[in-house]
């Protein structure tokens, strides 16, 4: 049995260590092309969930997006993207379990961007997170998700760790991730551990629910929204071709475009 990890927690603490993702303007500009591309249009409001640091939200203002809400479970994440939030504009963030969240306000568009959705490992769980954020989702609104998947699979079986140089704290360190997958569960954990050398500065773990296409396209379903796998974003933008394989499992998500039907 695979016990669900601390997302609050984990997130607070990639806030840092991931900063080459979470800091990197170009990649979020071309996240945010590409999700306007998918949608084929600008959206007047757009639902956040799960948005981290909030990499994506300038470049939707910039694109003409009117209104953005977004809830995130980690203040660490929260208070970074508020941080950065122009005075004026029509961004509304909280600290909030988007499995326990309620609006009475609908959107155009919910992106879930940033591989977040797996992050809940429970199934019963995971369908509950999917209905929760398609709930103020207009009828005939548009949802965009990058989301790995069975590529996760692939991963895994190599059995490999990975290691990069970060800061954490301060201090110069190596981050390294070892993944494993359990079949039976279809759960993939990735151990990491930050050291520095002759100590280890922190160390924990995350996990991800791997789900194949047809999965996922059931569990929306059930919500009235059609999805549709649209392929890795290497083969579809420019900025994804030039870069991938520099953003660790990014690069290996799939996109989704859904549409909200009933």
């Not at 990639?14 to 303007?25: F, P, S, T």
Request: charged share 20%; with cysteine.
């Amino acid at each position: 049995m695979n016990r669900q990890f601390d997302v609050a927690t984990h997130y607070d603490i990639m806030a840092e260590l991931d900063r080459d993702v979470h800091d990197n303007q170009e990649l979020s500009l071309a996240d945010v092309e590409h999700a306007l591309a998918l949608m084929r249009r600008v959206p007047r409001s757009v639902f956040l969930p799960c948005f981290g640091t909030g990499r994506h939200i300038q470049p939707l203002l910039d694109a003409g997006v009117q209104r953005i809400v977004g809830v995130d479970l980690s203040p660490v994440c929260v208070e970074k993207a508020q941080r950065f939030l122009q005075p004026g504009c029509n961004v509304h963030l909280e600290v909030a379990d988007l499995l326990t969240w309620q609006t009475d306000e609908t959107f155009d568009a919910v992106l879930l961007l940033g591989n977040s959705y797996g992050d809940i490992i429970d199934r019963t769980l995971n369908a509950e997170m999917t209905r929760q954020m398609l709930l103020p989702l207009k009828v005939g609104g548009a949802f965009v998700m990058d989301y790995v998947g069975r590529n996760y699979e692939g991963m895994c079986h190599a059995g490999q760790a990975c290691s990069w140089p970060v800061v954490l704290n301060g201090q110069q360190a190596t981050d390294t991730r070892t993944p494993s997958f359990d079949p039976n569960t279809r759960v993939m954990t990735i151990s990491v551990t930050v050291s520095s050398p002759g100590a280890t500065i922190w160390e924990g773990k995350y996990q991800k629910l791997v789900l194949g296409q047809e999965d996922v396209k059931g569990l929306f379903v059930q919500q009235g929204v059609s999805m549709t796998p649209y392929g890795m974003a290497k083969i579809n933008h420019p900025f994804h071709q030039k870069q991938f394989g520099g953003f660790g499992m990014l690069a290996a998500a799939d996109w989704w475009i859904g549409r909200k039907t009933s």
